[in-house]
C-alpha cells in the first residue's frame, strides 16, 4: 500500500496494488486490486483502474490521463488466462481511453478517446490515433500510425515521432514530480 490517499490506492480480495518508486496516483483516480505501476509512471484525475478479475502491469515512465479506465477480461474455460492489461515503458495514454485486456509495447502513444479491445497486441513504437477502435485479437504492426473505427493501418511513423515518444513520457515524469511537490 502507499503513503497517499488510502481511500483512492485499494485492495480486492486481500491484493493491494503495487507502486514502484517515484509512481503518482492522483488522489482523483482510482486503483484497485492486482496492479502494478512501475517506476515513475503517473496516474491523472478521474483514471479507474481495476485489477480484480485479472492483472494490470504498467511499464516505467508510462502516463494514463485524465477520465481513462483500464480493465481486464477473466479467465474462461476458452481462454484459460483471460486477458490482462499488459503496458510497456514510455507510453503515453490520452485522455478518455479505454483499455480492455489487451497488451501494449514500449513508446506507444494512444490518442484520446481511442478505445483498445479484448486480445490486442500493440506493438513497440505505434501510434493509435484520436477516437481509433481497434476491434478484439487485432495485432498493431510496429512503426505505424492507426486511425479510424475499425482501426487500419493510416502511414510510416515519422523518425522525429519515435522520439517524441520518449519525450513525451519524460515530461510526464516531470509533470508528476510537480504534484508530488506540491502536495507536500
Known amino acids: 500500500m502507499s503513503s497517499q490517499n488510502p481511500v483512492n490506492i485499494r485492495s480486492f480480495q486481500g491484493i493491494w ?13 482510482i486503483v484497485i486490486g492486482d496492479v502494478v505501476l512501475g517506476r515513475d509512471v503517473s496516474i491523472w484525475p478521474l483514471v479507474v ?18 477520465g481513462s479506465v483500464i480493465h481486464q477480461s477473466r479467465p474462461r474455460p476458452t481462454n484459460p488466462e483471460g ?19 489487451c497488451k501494449i509495447g514500449n513508446r506507444v502513444l494512444v490518442g484520446m478517446g481511442a478505445i483498445v479491445l479484448d ?3 500493440i506493438e513497440d513504437d505505434v501510434i493509435v490515433g484520436a477516437g481509433a477502435l481497434v476491434t478484439p ?6 512503426g505505424f500510425l492507426y486511425t479510424g473505427s475499425p ?21 510526464y515524469v516531470v509533470l508528476k514530480n510537480q504534484y508530488f511537490a506540491e502536495q507536500q
Do not use: C, W
Request: charged residues 25%; hydrophobic residues 35%.
Open 17 to 29: 496494488p503495487t507502486l514502484e518508486q517515484g509512481a503518482y496516483v492522483d488522489p482523483a483516480a
Open 49 to 66: 483502474i481495476r485489477g480484480d478479475v485479472n492483472k494490470v502491469r504498467i511499464g516505467d515512465r508510462s502516463n494514463i490521463q485524465d
Open 83 to 101: 486477458y490482462p492489461v499488459i503496458i510497456g515503458e514510455d507510453v503515453t495514454v490520452g485522455h478518455k481511453v479505454m483499455l480492455h485486456g
Open 119 to 121: 486480445g490486442v497486441v
Open 137 to 142: 485479437g487485432k495485432t498493431l504492426k510496429s
Open 151 to 171: 482501426a487500419r493501418q493510416a502511414r510510416p511513423i515519422k523518425a522525429g515521432e519515435i522520439e517524441h515518444f520518449t519525450q513525451t513520457a519524460q515530461n
